[in-house]
C-alpha cells in the first residue's frame, strides 16, 4: 500500500482561491519532505524542500509567498496555492524519504485545475 | 547534483529485454543510483536502487560499472503495463548531507507494443 499520501488527488477551483494540498508519510516519520511541479509531457521540478519545525527551503525561481509550505508534525507537509491563477494548474506531487530503509517514497500526485 | 542524462524515448517490442542507460559523469563518492517509473498522473515508483556493480531485485536489473560514470536499467521481457517514463536519479541517500534532494531529469519515455 501506498506509504506517502496526498489529498485531495484532484481539485478544481476559481481563480484568485487559495488551495491547500496535504502530503501525509503513513509508515514512518519524516523530518523532510519535498513538493514538485509537473506540467503535461515534462519532467517533475522540485518547487520547495520542507522541514518538520522549520522553514521551507525554495527552488530558486518559485514563490515562497505563493506556495505556502507547513511541515507542522514529522507525517504531515501541506503545500498552499494561494490566489490562484490558471497558469498555477498543473499536477503536484510530495516525496519523503524513509531514513530507515534508504528510500525515497513519492505521493500519488494532486491534479490542481484552476479556473 | 550530479547531472543525468538519458535517450528521451525508446520503443520496444511485449518480451523483449529493455535497456535504459543514464549518464552521471559528475557522480559523487557518497551518491547512490536510483531509478524511478512514472504513469501519467502517477507519481513516480521506485524500482531500483545501487550504488556499484549489478543489483537485481523482482522487476529489474540495474548495472553500474566501476567508474560509476553510467548506469542501465534492464526489464526483462517487457509487457505493455511497461510503458511509463522512467528517471534515473543521483544522489545521497536519505541520512546522509543533502540527502535525496532529488533533481529529475527529463526521462526516459518507453512505448511498449505490442
Redesign the interface.
Known amino acids: 500500500g501506498a506509504v506517502v499520501s496526498q489529498h485531495p488527488s484532484w481539485v478544481i477551483c476559481k481563480s484568485g482561491t487559495s488551495v491547500k494540498i496535504e502530503c501525509r508519510s503513513l509508515d514512518f516519520q519524516a523530518t523532510t519532505m519535498f513538493w514538485y511541479r509537473q506540467f503535461p509531457k515534462q519532467s517533475l521540478m522540485l518547487m520547495a524542500t520542507s522541514n518538520e519545525g522549520s522553514k521551507a527551503t525554495y527552488e530558486q525561481g518559485v514563490e515562497k509567498d505563493k506556495f505556502l509550505i507547513n511541515h507542522a508534525s514529522l507525517t504531515l507537509s501541506t503545500l498552499t496555492v494561494t490566489s490562484a491563477h490558471p497558469e498555477d494548474s498543473s499536477f503536484y506531487i510530495c516525496s519523503a524519504p524513509d531514513t530507515g530503509t534508504g528510500e525515497l517514497f513519492f505521493g500519488e500526485g494532486s491534479r490542481l485545475t484552476v479556473l | 547534483l550530479a547531472k543525468t542524462t538519458q535517450p528521451i524515448s525508446m520503443d520496444s517490442y511485449e518480451g523483449q529485454e529493455v535497456n535504459i542507460t543514464c549518464s552521471h559523469n559528475n557522480i559523487a563518492t557518497n551518491d547512490?543510483i536510483?531509478w524511478?517509473q512514472q504513469f501519467p498522473?502517477?507519481?513516480?515508483?521506485?524500482i531500483i536502487?545501487g550504488y556499484k556493480t549489478k543489483v537485481t531485485n523482482e522487476v529489474a536489473s540495474l548495472f553500474i560499472p566501476a567508474d560509476r560514470k553510467s548506469s542501465t536499467l534492464s526489464l526483462p521481457r517487457v509487457s505493455l503495463s511497461d510503458t511509463a517514463v522512467y528517471?534515473c536519479l543521483v544522489g545521497a541517500?536519505?541520512?546522509m548531507a543533502g540527502?535525496?534532494?532529488?533533481?529529475?531529469?527529463?526521462?526516459t519515455r518507453l512505448f511498449v507494443k505490442a
Open positions: 547512490y536510483t524511478y498522473s502517477q507519481g513516480p515508483r521506485f536502487q528517471y541517500p536519505p541520512g540527502g535525496f534532494k532529488t533533481i529529475f531529469g527529463a526521462g
